[in-house]
């Protein structure tokens, strides 16, 4: 079983940025399509990003378009997930999940299509 592990959170001002890494433990995901969820307090998770295998086709929230840019080296078995110009509201636990599935973005913004997810990790955004 692939597990995930994410890094790269922290604490940060309204307009910085910050980058998120998220990869295996103990095997690569060669072959998964990743995506990029979160969840902030007393809400539901929500789709963030998700990028095919390749890297050639990439999803995003409405919320995060041009502010957010998601990215994979399969070479280091690394996604990353960029993200600037922060606001308040991006506040939130997020996490990176795995999927051997690639579809439309209504597909890909379903949690349940992802077979595996990393622990987590917090974002905060200060205004």
């Known amino acids: 079983q692939v597990q995930l592990v994410e890094s790269g959170g922290g604490l940060v001002q309204a307009g910085g940025s910050l980058r998120l890494s998220c990869a295996p433990s103990?095997?690569?995901?060669?072959?998964?399509?990743m995506g990029w969820f979160r969840q902030a307090p007393g809400k539901d998770r929500e789709f963030v990003t998700a990028i095919s295998w390749t890297g050639g086709s990439t999803y995003y929230a409405d919320s995060v378009k041009g502010r957010f840019t998601i990215s994979r080296d399969n070479a280091k078995s690394t996604v990353y997930l960029q993200m600037n110009s922060l606001k308040p509201e991006d506040t939130a636990v997020y996490y990176c999940?795995?999927?051997?599935?690639?579809?439309?973005?209504?597909?890909?913004?379903?949690?349940?299509?992802?077979?595996?997810w990393g622990q987590g990790t917090q974002v905060t955004v200060s205004s």
């Open positions: 103990g095997r690569t995901f060669s072959g998964y399509a």
């Open positions: 999940a795995a999927t051997t599935r690639w579809g439309s973005i209504t597909t890909m913004m379903g949690g349940n299509e992802y077979r595996v």
